[in-house]
């Protein structure tokens, strides 16, 4: 069943769940599928609407006060099925490194190990639509002792929201509420238990859920600035005794290795490749598990994409601004090599 707060729903079921989860992205939505599939009584509340709308994309504006980052209403997206709307589909089973205790993090490491997850992996690709293996390309002579293929997946890409839609309408066991934006979680009086989610439509009316189970699946950025947000019992914010909240944040770390020049038949056949550090060589030199793709471009032209509709735009604009008919000229001529283009477009 799908339930609109924004329609200001005279009656609705707001305890005895037994699953809360907040965000119906990738996350949240498999956890719902999943619980509901297997008879628990779920509530799935999402801050957006079914489709995009600039009402739930302003919440996530916010001022970045760090290290340089993107919009952080751009490399997100707040409706149902969230990021996957836009992400890339790229997928990568995770190393035995990355669960290890690494002591120059100054990290306890995970308390499971990657065999923990691998009895997960085959339904993980049902759920991203997956039929292959993770594969590494095939080619000779380019692994090293420092750095081996990286194997990769593609996901269709997925679109939760629209793949799961179906199913969470027709469920009897799942409750998604749109436009349920989670404000604060509600602790016990020991501190130490969730009793509640408040939740708000964008009328400001409260809606307050309860059930055994609460799941904060909001995002990597979004659930650490809840958590730290939800101050109202604990001024710190929920779980930020050891003001640690939030600190492990990472975003890829991309780096420009600049372009080089090579075989070009060989190169070919490359296509684009990525390559990923050995375990050996990430814990000689004391660093995280790192990747470098390399993309070939043998044949730098004319982009049929960005510069398409620039081309236009000038084109289109020249019978009216005679007096910009030269500069417009110089632009129409305009020729970027395709990564060029994608690299000041944004
Ligand atoms: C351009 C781009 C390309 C990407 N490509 C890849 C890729 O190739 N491979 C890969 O593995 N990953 C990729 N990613 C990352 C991937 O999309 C995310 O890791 C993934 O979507 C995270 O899932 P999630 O459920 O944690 O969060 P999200 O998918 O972001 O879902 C969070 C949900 O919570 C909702 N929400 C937020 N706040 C509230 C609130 N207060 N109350 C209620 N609901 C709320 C949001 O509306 C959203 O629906 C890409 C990301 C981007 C931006």
């Given at each position: 069943?799908?339930?609109?707060l924004?329609?200001?729903?005279?009656?609705?079921?707001?305890?005895?769940?037994?699953?809360?989860?907040?965000?119906?992205?990738?996350?949240?939505?498999?956890?719902?599928?999943?619980?509901?599939?297997?008879g628990?009584?779920?509530?799935?509340?999402?801050?957006?609407?079914?489709?995009?709308?600039?009402?739930?994309?302003?919440?996530?504006?916010?001022?970045?006060?760090?290290?340089?980052?993107?919009?952080?209403?751009?490399?997100?997206?707040?409706y149902?099925?969230?990021?996957?709307?836009?992400?890339?589909?790229?997928?990568?089973?995770?190393?035995?490194?990355?669960?290890?205790?690494?002591?120059?993090?100054g990290?306890?490491?995970?308390?499971?190990?990657?065999?923990?997850?691998?009895?997960?992996?085959?339904?993980?690709?049902?759920v991203?639509?997956?039929?292959?293996?993770?594969?590494?390309?095939?080619?000779?002579?380019?692994?090293?002792?420092?750095?081996?293929?990286?194997?990769?997946?593609?996901?269709?890409?997925?679109?939760?929201?629209?793949?799961?839609?179906?199913?969470?309408?027709?469920?009897?066991?799942?409750?998604?509420f749109?436009?349920?934006?989670?404000?604060?979680?509600?602790?016990?009086?020991?501190?130490?238990?969730?009793?509640?989610?408040?939740?708000?439509?964008?009328?400001?009316?409260?809606?307050?859920?309860?059930?055994?189970?609460?799941?904060?699946?909001?995002?990597?950025?979004?659930?650490?600035?809840?958590?730290?947000?939800?101050?109202?019992?604990?001024?710190?914010?929920?779980?930020?005794?050891?003001?640690?909240?939030?600190?492990?944040?990472?975003?890829?770390?991309?780096?420009?290795?600049?372009?080089?020049?090579?075989?070009?038949?060989?190169?070919?056949?490359?296509?684009?490749?990525?390559?990923?550090?050995?375990?050996?060589?990430?814990?000689?030199?004391?660093?995280?598990?790192?990747?470098?793709?390399?993309?070939?471009?043998?044949?730098?032209?004319?982009?049929?994409g960005?510069?398409?509709?620039?081309?236009?735009?000038?084109?289109?604009?020249?019978?009216?601004?005679?007096?910009?008919?030269?500069?417009?000229?110089?632009?129409?001529?305009?020729?970027?090599?395709?990564?060029?283009?994608?690299?000041?477009?944004?």
């Amino acid at each position: 069943m799908i339930i609109n707060l924004a329609e200001n729903p005279k009656s609705i079921t707001t305890s005895g769940y037994d699953v809360c989860i907040a965000g119906a992205g990738a996350a949240g939505i498999t956890l719902a599928i999943y619980l509901g599939r297997a008879g628990k009584k779920v509530a799935l509340l999402e801050g957006g609407d079914q489709e995009y709308t600039d009402q739930s994309m302003d919440i996530y504006k916010g001022n970045n006060t760090g290290i340089e980052y993107w919009g952080l209403e751009r490399c997100r997206l707040r409706y149902l099925g969230g990021t996957t709307n836009h992400w890339a589909g790229r997928c990568k089973p995770l190393d035995d490194v990355d669960f290890m205790q690494r002591d120059f993090f100054g990290l306890p490491g995970w308390p499971i190990n990657r065999s923990d997850l691998e009895t997960f992996e085959k339904e993980a690709k049902v759920v991203l639509d997956i039929d292959k293996d993770f594969d590494a390309p095939d080619i000779p002579n380019w692994s090293s002792e420092r750095f081996i293929p990286d194997r990769i997946a593609r996901s269709a890409p997925t679109r939760f929201g629209t793949k799961f839609y179906d199913e969470l309408e027709k469920s009897s066991h799942i409750t998604l509420f749109i436009n349920a934006n989670l404000t604060d979680i509600r602790l016990d009086k020991d501190l130490s238990t969730v009793t509640e989610f408040v939740i708000k439509n964008y009328g400001n009316q409260d809606f307050r859920f309860s059930g055994k189970n609460f799941i904060i699946a909001l995002g990597a950025i979004e659930n650490a600035r809840l958590l730290l947000n939800c101050d109202s019992q604990i001024k710190s914010g929920i779980g930020n005794h050891s003001d640690f909240v939030g600190r492990c944040f990472m975003e890829h770390f991309n780096v420009d290795l600049g372009m080089f020049a090579g075989n070009k038949k060989y190169l070919e056949a490359a296509g684009t490749t990525s390559f990923c550090t050995s375990s050996a060589f990430s814990l000689e030199h004391k660093i995280g598990n790192a990747n470098v793709s390399m993309s070939v471009s043998t044949a730098p032209g004319v982009s049929g994409g960005r510069s398409k509709a620039v081309k236009k735009f000038v084109r289109d604009s020249i019978c009216q601004w005679q007096t910009l008919s030269e500069l417009s000229k110089k632009i129409r001529l305009l020729s970027l090599p395709w990564r060029w283009c994608y690299r000041y477009a944004y």
